[in-house]
């Protein structure tokens, strides 16, 4: 089993900058991905941005040039750095990994949520 802990939500102007976290633990073979969703009341979760540490990243249209996304293999944490923040990005942000295991392949996870706020 994998838990994904995030950290770094909150309340912040637009125009103004928030850095996310999410550190995966636990025991398995390695990690394939680790990225990031967000939900807002009503709509479906939507996928924000995804990486898999090793210089492929993929970011949705709405947040490319404003969000940078960061896997470091070494203490399996993927950072989210939102900047020029607008209130359309307000929502729960959701961690998500894709973990592999030698023996039975790769499994998807997702963290708690956190919320971000932005005030216009």
């Known amino acids: 089993q994998v838990q994904l802990v995030e950290s770094g939500g909150g309340l912040v102007q637009a125009g103004g900058s928030l850095r996310l976290s999410c550190t995966a633990s636990?025991?398995?073979?390695?990690?394939?991905?680790m990225g990031w969703y967000r939900q807002t009341p009503g709509n479906e979760r939507e996928f924000v941005a995804r990486?898999?540490?090793?210089?492929?990243?993929n970011y949705a249209d709405s947040v490319r040039g404003r969000f940078t996304v960061s896997l470091h293999h070494a203490d399996n944490t993927v950072y989210l750095e939102m900047n020029n923040l607008e209130a359309e990005d307000t929502g729960v942000y959701y961690c998500s990994a894709n973990i592999y295991y030698f023996a039975t392949g790769s499994t998807d996870y997702w963290g708690q949520g956190t919320q971000v706020t932005v005030s216009s």
């Open positions: 636990g025991t398995f073979f390695r990690i394939n991905t």
């Open positions: 990486t898999n540490g090793v210089g492929i990243r």
